[in-house]
């Protein structure tokens, strides 16, 4: 079975779409508008912790990837995934910070990780357990299909997992195969979670950091997040835009951490409108999950 290798054959196998031509040009107006204010380099300056996100380096994203870290390190110190959320949690926010994490153990991660390596840059990768190591074809096909809306893409194995750990890069908890975690019952979640983390701990020494499936609010539970502290997490982490900024600190049971998500081969105004817009809406404070408890 042939597997993507390149992010150019998943745009061909998309396609061009209005909507996403729409949402291009609106982001390009937008970008360029804040950019003629003089707004979107003051905003980049402002003091903040800063998590994006990605899924894939696929071979032909490493050059973009090498472009984003050189172009954001002029207004930001990139730092471990670790440090960021410590920084959150104490409330020692005085200039702009930026850490980077990728979800879901695809095989080019390791690419990625390289590139980032070489860099200076600590990157925490969040991985599904039931998934390292996958080479059934018809069942890779299956899953990239269902879960991940992508055609097959390799997944890492046990060696690839070890490599990225001994790197220098963190391993976070990511469920045990990238299940709808507001949609299983309850006992099954708590499992899940639970085995995940223990898991990692025996592969790699430790799993700190957990990041949802899909990562929207309305993606998980207050279960759920009950259960990723009571495993023994340090954070929890969405995939909801946003930034922090707080300087006073934050009791660990109340923090939730928001991410950007970003694709390699965006245009760098782009990334820079999202994150400038982050910084001027401010702290993305409050936990819907604590409101709802």
């Given at each position: 079975?042939?597997?993507?290798?390149?992010?150019?054959?998943?745009?061909?196998?998309?396609?061009?779409?209005?909507?996403?031509?729409?949402?291009?040009?609106?982001?390009?107006?937008?970008?360029?508008?804040?950019?003629?204010?003089?707004?979107?380099?003051?905003?980049?300056?402002?003091?903040?912790?800063?998590?994006?996100?990605?899924?894939?380096?696929?071979?032909?994203?490493?050059?973009?990837?090498?472009?984003?870290?050189?172009?954001?390190?002029?207004?930001?110190?990139?730092?471990?995934?670790?440090?960021?959320?410590?920084?959150?949690?104490?409330?020692?926010?005085?200039?702009?910070?930026?850490?980077?994490?990728?979800?879901?153990?695809?095989?080019?991660?390791?690419?990625?990780?390289?590139?980032?390596?070489?860099?200076?840059?600590?990157?925490?990768?969040?991985?599904?357990?039931?998934?390292?190591?996958?080479?059934?074809?018809?069942t890779i096909r299956r899953i990239c299909t269902d879960r991940f809306h992508l055609p097959p893409v390799r997944f890492l194995d046990r060696a690839e997992l070890d490599e990225l750990a001994a790197m220098g890069h963190e391993i976070g908890s990511h469920t045990w195969e990238h299940h709808n975690m507001a949609r299983i019952p309850h006992d099954a979640l708590v499992e899940d979670i639970a085995k995940t983390r223990r898991t990692l701990i025996e592969w790699v020494g430790r799993a700190d950091h957990f990041a949802f499936p899909y990562g929207r609010f309305t993606d998980f539970t207050t279960a759920g997040y009950k259960a990723v502290l009571e495993a023994g997490h340090t954070s929890c982490a969405t995939a909801e835009r946003g930034c922090h900024m707080n300087t006073v600190p934050i009791h660990p049971e109340h923090l939730l951490i928001r991410r950007d998500h970003i694709i390699l081969d965006w245009p760098m105004a782009h990334v820079h409108y999202f994150l400038a817009t982050n910084a001027l809406r401010g702290d993305a404070i409050g936990n819907p999950y604590l409101r709802s408890a």
């Open positions: 079975m042939p597997y993507v290798e390149r992010y150019a054959e998943i745009k061909a196998v998309e396609g061009v779409t209005l909507r996403g031509s729409v949402r291009h040009a609106a982001l390009h107006a937008f970008s360029a508008a804040q950019r003629l204010r003089g707004a979107t380099e003051k905003a980049l300056r402002i003091p903040r912790v800063q998590f994006l996100y990605i899924h894939h380096t696929f071979s032909d994203e490493l050059r973009a990837l090498e472009r984003l870290v050189n172009d954001l390190t002029r207004t930001h110190s990139f730092i471990s995934y670790s440090e960021a959320v410590d920084r959150v949690r104490h409330g020692r926010i005085d200039k702009p910070y930026l850490c980077v994490s990728s979800d879901d153990g695809f095989r080019n991660n390791l690419d990625g990780a390289r590139v980032l390596r070489d860099l200076g840059i600590s990157a925490c990768f969040f991985i599904n357990p039931g998934l390292i190591g996958l080479s059934d074809e018809t």
